[in-house]
């Protein structure tokens, strides 16, 4: 006979034969949990659903050098041509000649 079982069958019910071998002195769950699987990384902090873009602006909200660094380097490229013809492209304008 040939046999053609998934590996989540054949893990679930090598789970199940050894809950049956439980004995009172290996018996017991976690919080309620016969089973835990981690499926997180723990070594990395929880990743936000707006990714890097939403860590960048809390981090520009929330520290002041960051936010003061940030800004005197807005005020710099708005000086230079390609941050003239940036904010004129981003206000609808001609182009600067």
Not at 20 to 45: H, M, N, Y
Request: no cysteine.
């Amino acid at each position: 006979m040939n046999f053609n079982y998934s590996d989540s069958n054949v893990r679930q019910g090598r789970d199940n034969q050894n809950r049956t071998r439980e004995t009172p002195s290996t018996f017991a769950t976690s919080s309620g949990a016969e089973d835990i699987r981690q499926t997180t990384a723990l070594d990395k902090p929880a990743q936000r659903m707006a990714g890097q873009v939403g860590n960048r602006l809390l981090e520009y909200m929330n520290d002041p050098e960051e936010n003061s660094r940030t800004e005197e380097w807005m005020k710099m490229f708005e000086l230079s041509n390609e941050g003239k013809e940036f904010n004129q492209a981003k206000i609808g304008g001609a182009p600067l000649e």
